[in-house]
């Protein structure tokens, strides 16, 4: 068996629905289950910070999506209470036990792995080549600068290829389908920045199968071994976050990351832009708050759908172990992906007024074309949990906690105040 002993559950009710989550911590447990306060009911209005106390802390979060373009809101260090964080995890987008290891599940594991190792022999000098021929290509040449043309037009054609090929063979994906070709045509005349739903840490090599686009990326990336090289010869956009560890280099671009996007998704000499307003992945079916970056520019854009299709296994990367979870992709039959890239979407005089607007327009259209929930939760629920050292065990059935020295997590970082608009 591959959980001996019988989970403990936690119920509580909230909305006056009872929930019941399964976790092999007792004492997480405890705490969840005695989550009854009315003080509790909101965990989104619960968590407001002290402004003293956090003055210098949201000013810099302020000057952070100055730099990034982020509506994201800042970080509160305030208690959590048991309420709170059975609000929190109860209604999260990050936390699937929905895909469970299920003795099927094994046995596919054990039936497929040597298929599996077959294709990591196979893909590994596939991938050595790639990298060794987009590393001399793009060797020399100044980061923030076009490529000439050829150039362009081997990497357009030559990483699509690859990457394709990866996706059908090396990931399973046999029956990825795109819908709406004949809108990415129109792309390249009228150049709209490309916005997709963020499910997986799958979603760019999906994206440059279609596209090969150009993006914006953490400094850090430029410097990373395989993926440094894609990105920097896709001529991503890097920048240097304030209040991170990224490292500052040669290839951060000087300026206004608004105008700089601008510039460069309108610039021809350039890969279609992409970003994913959501900036973080999740395993519901379901749309996280959007940031305003990529329409601060009131440039039109061109709304992207992933549509995963799983009945056993979820693809959505939530807070699980990234390993694991990848080495069971890799262990399916079959994996289903659904691409639908809808018609350019061009913002009214309104809407590029009122970047807020615009993001929240878009982000109603793509839920409505996805059949999927607008969520209230994004970035900073996400770390909140994080923070707290809540996760879904390797068995895809407990939701656990990492104790880091104490019983409960009695004092941990929090989202502060977001609008709750269902709308939104």
Same mark, same amino acid.
């Given at each position: ?7 403990h *559950?936690?119920e509580? #009710? %909230?909305?006056?629905?009872v !929930?019941q989550i399964p976790?092999?911590? /007792? ?9 009854h306060? /009315? ?7 619960a968590v407001?910070?002290a ?7 949201? +000013?810099?979060?302020?000057q952070c999506?100055?730099? #990034?373009g982020?509506?994201?809101?800042p970080?509160?260090?305030? &208690?959590?209470?048991?309420?709170q ?11 699937? $036990?929905?895909?469970p290891l299920?003795a ?6 054990? $039936?497929?792995l040597p298929?599996?190792?077959?294709? !990591?022999?196979?893909a590994?000098?596939? =991938?050595l080549l %790639? ?5 001399l290509?793009?060797?020399g040449h100044?980061?923030n ?8 037009? @081997? ?25 709406g070709k /004949? ?5 390249y $005349?009228v ?15 999906i994206?440059?199968s279609? @596209? ?5 990326a ?5 410097s ?10 896709l001529q991503?956009?890097? =920048? ?5 560890t990224?490292?500052?280099?040669r290839?951060?671009? +000087? ?5 700089? =996007? ?10 279609l832009?992409?970003?994913?307003p959501?900036g *973080?992945?999740?395993?519901?079916h379901?749309?996280l #708050? ?9 440039l039109?854009?061109?709304? %992207? ?9 979820n693809?959505?990367?939530g807070?699980v172990? *990234?390993?694991?979870?990848f080495?069971?992709v890799?262990n399916?039959y079959?994996?289903?992906? /659904?691409?639908? %890239?809808?018609?350019i979407y061009k913002?009214?005089?309104?809407e590029?007024?009122?970047?807020e607007l ?7 259209l793509?839920?409505e ?5 607008? +969520?209230t939760h ?11 050292g809540?996760?879904?065990d ?6 656990r ?5 104490? &019983?409960?997590?009695?004092h ?13």
């Amino acid at each position: 068996m591959l959980n001996p002993h019988p989970p403990h *559950t936690a119920e509580f #009710t %909230v909305d006056n629905t009872v !929930i019941q989550i399964p976790t092999d911590d /007792e004492a997480l447990a405890a705490l969840l289950s005695s989550s009854h306060s /009315e003080d509790d009911h909101d965990l989104i209005n619960a968590v407001k910070p002290a402004k003293a106390q956090h003055k210098q802390n949201d +000013s810099d979060v302020r000057q952070c999506n100055k730099t #990034t373009g982020s509506a994201q809101t800042p970080i509160s260090d305030k &208690p959590v209470s048991p309420g709170q964080l059975a609000r929190l995890v109860k209604d999260s987008p990050f936390i699937d $036990t929905q895909s469970p290891l299920t003795a099927f599940e094994v046995f596919k594991i054990i $039936t497929l792995l040597p298929w599996t190792l077959f294709r !990591i022999v196979v893909a590994t000098p596939c =991938i050595l080549l %790639v990298w060794l021929s987009v590393a001399l290509l793009v060797w020399g040449h100044p980061i923030n600068t076009p490529l000439p043309k050829w150039r362009r037009n @081997f990497l357009h054609y030559w990483l699509r290829f690859w990457t394709t090929l990866l996706v059908r063979l090396g990931l399973h994906f046999f029956t990825m389908k795109v819908n709406g070709k /004949e809108n990415i045509t129109e792309a390249y $005349t009228v150049r709209p920045i490309v916005v997709f739903n963020h499910v997986s840490y799958l979603d760019g090599i999906i994206m440059a199968s279609i @596209f090969a686009p150009t993006g914006i990326a953490k400094a850090s990336v430029a410097s990373m071994p395989f993926f440094g090289v894609a990105t920097r010869a896709l001529q991503f956009l890097f =920048i240097l976050r304030r209040g991170t560890t990224d490292e500052q280099n040669r290839h951060v671009f +000087s300026g206004n990351p608004t105008e700089k =996007i601008a510039e460069r998704a309108v610039d021809s000499r350039y890969p279609l832009f992409i970003v994913a307003p959501e900036g *973080t992945t999740k395993h519901r079916h379901c749309l996280l #708050t959007f940031a305003k970056g990529a329409f601060a520019a009131g440039l039109p854009v061109m709304p %992207v759908l992933l549509k995963y299709r799983s009945v056993r296994f979820n693809p959505g990367w939530g807070i699980v172990y *990234t390993a694991w979870h990848f080495f069971r992709v890799c262990n399916q039959y079959v994996n289903h992906l /659904e691409v639908d %890239v809808l018609p350019i979407y061009k913002p009214s005089a309104e809407e590029r007024q009122s970047p807020e607007l615009y993001a929240a327009n878009v982000r109603k259209l793509m839920g409505e074309a996805l059949g999927a929930e607008l +969520s209230t939760h994004g970035i900073p629920q996400q770390q909140a949990l994080k923070r707290m050292g809540i996760y879904v065990d390797w068995t895809g059935r407990f939701i656990r906690q990492r104790k880091h020295g104490q &019983p409960t997590p009695t004092h941990v970082k929090a989202a502060a105040p977001l609008n709750h608009s269902k709308n939104s």
